[in-house]
């Protein structure tokens, strides 16, 4: 099954932007002690990456409509996320008001939600054909 | 009930579900024609159909594209006319072998001598 997509690069390419972006304003403000502006930075990550997941999800479905019930973008956004923010913490770049048991937390969590998310898709998987759901490659 | 009336709505509805999934049957056959381009194809299909089978160059993209990914169909770039390079698709022999199961099948029932009389035989 061809996973990665150029779709989903795209959107890997500019989560990664939006990820760097958001670890900084998000140590920035809370180094600053500007609390609400937290908020605010945090609203527009999640507008942007539920805008970038909703346009680059859909552009590779019409492009070939791999039956994966989203769970490659979802992986991606795992790792890239966690990654990200390990590194912040490894090249010493958070505020002094972050702690990084807050991240591996967030990770433990997310991670369940992960694998319920890999049994959607493997069951996804047995009514697929090298990835195309049986009734999509004929229709 | 008006005959005049219904008939052409029946045939329409019934027209409609038929040919869903036609459409690769179509491309199939046009590749098993030889190789073409998306504009061949399309031409071989509506023609051969007797324009009763339409399709949109998009359309047909995105099934080859998913066709290719399947290994049933792939293509080779050759030379565009005095435009860009074209897409030339062809069957792969997975394809060939899948048409042919699929003819031998679905098709050639309609061959059987009894059902060409049936379908030929006119009702008064």
């Known amino acids: ?139 | 009930m008006n005959t005049d009336k219904e008939l052409p709505k029946l045939l329409t509805a019934w027209e409609e579900t038929y040919k869903k999934g036609q459409l690769t049957l179509w491309i199939f056959l046009s590749l098993k024609d030889g190789k073409k381009y998306v504009d061949e194809i399309k031409h071989f299909v509506e023609e051969q159909s007797n324009q009763t089978m339409l399709c949109e160059s998009q359309s047909l993209y995105r099934n080859l594209r998913k066709f290719q990914h399947l290994g049933v169909v792939n293509y080779e770039v050759g030379e565009g006319n005095k435009g860009p390079e074209r897409k030339y698709y062809f069957l792969t022999e997975l394809g060939r072998d899948l048409l042919d199961s699929f003819i031998k099948r679905n098709i050639n029932l309609f061959f059987n001598e009894r059902i060409k009389n049936l379908i030929n035989k006119e009702d008064k």
Request: aromatic letters at 24%; proline letters at 1%.
């Open chain 1, 1 to 139: 099954m061809k996973s990665l997509t150029n779709n989903l690069l795209y959107f890997a390419m500019l989560f990664i932007f939006g990820a760097i972006i958001f670890r900084f304003g998000l140590s920035f403000f809370l180094e600053n002690g500007s609390y609400n502006l937290v908020w605010v930075i945090a609203a527009i990550y999640f507008i942007f990456n539920f805008m970038i997941g909703w346009i680059f999800g859909k552009r590779d479905h019409i492009s070939l409509p791999l039956f994966d019930v989203g769970f490659r973008f979802h992986l991606v956004t795992f790792i890239l996320f966690n990654g990200i923010s390990i590194a912040w913490f490894l090249l010493e770049l958070n505020s002094q008001k972050e702690e990084i048991g807050v991240v591996y937390t967030t990770a433990i969590i997310w991670s369940f939600f992960l694998v319920l998310h890999f049994i959607f898709y493997l069951y996804a998987q047995k009514q697929s054909i090298k990835g195309i759901n049986k009734e999509e490659i004929f229709d």
